[in-house]
């Protein structure tokens, strides 16, 4: 399953050109896919007192992979992406691959257009070939088993909410991540949850671990600058090469990560203070736990391991590193071995340090 999803996450990549985070990168966002952090669970049926599994953020959709753009007085404005599948009967994996799909025009809860299209075809070979998985109904599985192209809502009196004024931030992205893979959910499971007396629950004993799926990947572009300053959006400061604008990519795969950005960017919320960046982490600054206990959460393993953990932070520029989420799906060790940096921080290759410009007041 492993090899699987690095091979499938890596098809991603490239087939949309320098693509699509996961969840430690600090580009992937869940709510730019329309998601609750705990929207990938695992075992969302087995896990669910009501039992019922809503991933959607707020009036959002969950997908499992989505384009989008927005300002911010029109956010998410336009959506285009495939929906989010369940998992089979495991409750992990090998449920339907994706094959259906929705497009919105219109900010969530505000949309004129929304359209939904789709293959009907929930497994293209009937057997468990790779990226797919055996392609079972599960407890959650949707109904979408023929083709389909259906304007479900147009709404044209909702472009009356649309903002007018001219727009001080700019949003547009791509993300996907490992649900694309036969429903695959693998995050940190909910527990402790009750009814919320709305139709949804609340959980206590997970609520600040969920992380999304391990497997990702996300590019965007934020703008924001000053409007009423504008000399502020220039600086020297080596944590942000540009001031107002943030253009980033990146992607996590079994445990190994990728980031480029243009500013600092916060890849894990541990629950120790103080901060460490991802090219000086060494062996020490890794708190990982097997696995298999992230998905049930025996010996509340999960926990004790995020409560070591300090802050996870990149610097500007190009970084690869090894996830330090303890729900990393990961292939080999944490060791800090593989931590490599060219930006404000100098060059640094396989955890040795070639150039070091941590106390240059310009960075690169």
């Known amino acids: 399953m492993q090899l699987r999803r690095l091979l499938a996450t890596v098809a991603i990549l490239i087939a949309t050109a320098t693509a699509g985070f996961a969840m430690s990168d600090g580009n992937y966002d869940p709510d730019d896919l329309g998601c609750t952090p705990e929207g990938n669970a695992y075992d969302p049926a087995g896990s669910d007192p009501d ?20 300002t911010d007085a029109n956010p998410k404005f336009v959506r285009v992406g495939l929906d989010h599948e369940e998992p089979g009967p495991d409750g992990f994996a090998g449920g339907h691959n994706p094959h259906h799909g929705t497009a919105y025009v219109g900010s969530p809860g505000e949309e004129i257009l929304q359209v939904h299209y789709g293959t009907g075809i929930t497994q293209p070979i009937p057997i468990n070939i790779l990226f797919f998985g055996p392609g079972e109904d599960g407890e959650l599985a949707d109904d979408h088993d023929q083709p389909e192209l259906e304007v479900q809502q147009f709404n044209p009196d909702n472009a009356e909410q649309i903002d007018q004024n ?21 995050g940190v499971p909910e527990t402790n949850c009750e009814p919320d007396g709305n139709g949804g629950e609340v959980c206590y004993d997970n609520v600040d671990l969920a992380n999304g799926p391990s497997d990702g990947g996300a590019i965007r572009l934020d703008v924001a600058p000053n409007w009423d300053d504008p000399a502020s959006n220039i600086s020297t400061d080596p944590n942000g090469i540009l001031v107002g604008i943030y253009a980033g990519s990146g992607a996590c795969v079994d445990g190994i990560c990728f980031n480029a950005g243009t500013s600092e960017r916060q890849i894990y919320d541990g629950g120790q203070e103080g901060r460490v960046y991802a090219d000086d982490a060494t062996a020490d600054d890794y708190k990982d736990t097997d696995d298999y206990c992230s998905y049930d959460n025996e010996g509340n393993c999960v926990r004790e391991v995020h409560d070591q953990q300090q802050d996870f932070y990149t610097r500007p520029g190009v970084n690869v590193y090894a996830d330090p989420d303890p729900q990393d799906s990961s292939l080999g060790p944490f060791d800090g071995s593989t931590n490599t940096h060219v930006g404000t921080g100098g060059v640094k290759v396989f955890g040795q340090s070639v150039i070091d410009l941590q106390e240059s007041p310009v960075g690169l």
Do not use: I, M, W, Y
């Open 166 to 186: 001219p727009p001080k931030e700019f949003h547009a992205f791509f993300a996907a991540d490992d649900n694309l893979e036969s429903g695959e959910h693998d």
């Open 51 to 70: 039992p019922t599994h809503d991933p959607d953020a707020g009036e959002d959709h969950c997908q499992a992979a989505r384009v989008g753009v927005g």
